[in-house]
């Protein structure tokens, strides 16, 4: 098969392609409307109209980790840390559902301050509010995501980042590929809701990789894909790199839609961060998630992964108004469900 649109009708039909279709579709450019369209078609099909929001709340910025490219690193001295307390976060939990949020998403960097007994204490308060918890807390021991389990949590996100061993393992010194593997393998084999994603645009990452990445996430039956570009931070190693392209980072999530057509994918914040629309593009290019930030204050803005972070001068309440008002206007509706993934036969 050679033409790039019959490459997207296979994808949209059949919702397998293999390591070089896939990188033919990212390397060629001259159908990118078709590409993105039929994603969003997919879309409406399998998820449909209905766009999930997902609570954010960045809950500590301090990580032992050391990752090249990420502002919350622990070489990283210019950023003032900060960790909010158990009781904190679960007030801020509570503002969520005020809001209107059926699922919270717990974030941080890798900070040892938690205790096993304070992230139970956090998680079983939370799951009384009758929402969905998603934590993305980093790599933990299975006995450690067992306890969250029990404790409620249903759901885990962790990025394998990028599937290309030496290029993971360039990135993030002192990690190892078959330890991020093993953390998604036990996750699965606990019965959570597993998300993993890639960050596009690392340097010396190769269109191959990008292709291996997608073959992997169908490989390991994710149910959520989280997919960003990967924008230069000042206060890092990493910080002259080109960066990751706004447009290839959608094609990346557009295949990925072709080819898991029933999972949960979403318009990234990175994505907003270089195109202003950016994740409004991306719910009409195959997502149907978002994560609006429900963190206060001055934490917004120290919880930096990267430079031009949208809306850190505003309140949880205007962005739930502003993303609700955004998705109306593309016809769009904000589920009252708790969005877990519903597996269709294909
Ligand atoms: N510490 C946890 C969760 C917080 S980091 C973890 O690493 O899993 C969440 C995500 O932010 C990472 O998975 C990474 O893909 C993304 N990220 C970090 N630095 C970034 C950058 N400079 N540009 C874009 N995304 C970045
Ligand atoms: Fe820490 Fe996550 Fe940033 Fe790596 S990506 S330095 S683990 S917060």
Known sequence: MNNILDLIRKAEQTHILDKNEIVRLLEDNSCNEELFNAADSIRKKYVGDEVHLRGLIEFSNICKRNCLYCGLRSSNSNVRRYRLTPDEIIDLAKKAVDYGYKTIVMQSGEDEYYTLDMMKYIIYNIKKLDVALTLSIGEKTIE?????????????????ETT?????????????????MRCLSDLR??????????????????????????LFFK????????????????????????????????????????????????????????????????LKSGANVVMPNVTEGEYRKLYALYPGK????DTPAHCRGCITGKIKSIGRVVSEAKGFRVKVNM
């Not at 290309?164 to 991020?180: A, F, I, N, T, V």
């Not at 019965?191 to 291996?212: D, F, K, R």
């Not at 949208?310 to 001068?313: D, E, L």
């Open 144 to 160: 450690e995501y067992k306890e969250y389990k029990d404790a409620g949590a249903d759901r885990y996100l962790i990025r394998i």
């Open 164 to 180: 290309d061993k030496k290029l993971y393992e360039d990135m993030d010194p002192g990690m190892s590929h078959e330890e991020r």
């Open 189 to 214: 084999s606990l019965g959570y809701e597993v998300g993993t994603g890639c960050l596009v645009g690392l340097p010396g990452q190769t269109i191959e990789s990008l292709a291996n990445d997608i």
């Open 219 to 282: 490989e390991i039956e994710a149910d959520m894909i989280g997919i960003g570009p990967f924008i230069p931070n000042e206060d890092t190693p990493l910080k002259d790199a080109k960066g990751g392209d706004f447009t290839l980072s959608l094609k990346v999530m557009a295949i990925t839609r072709l080819l898991m057509p029933d999972i949960n994918i979403p318009a990234t914040t990175a994505m907003e961060s270089l195109n202003k629309n950016g994740r409004i593009i991306a």
């Open 310 to 313: 949208i809306c850190t001068g």
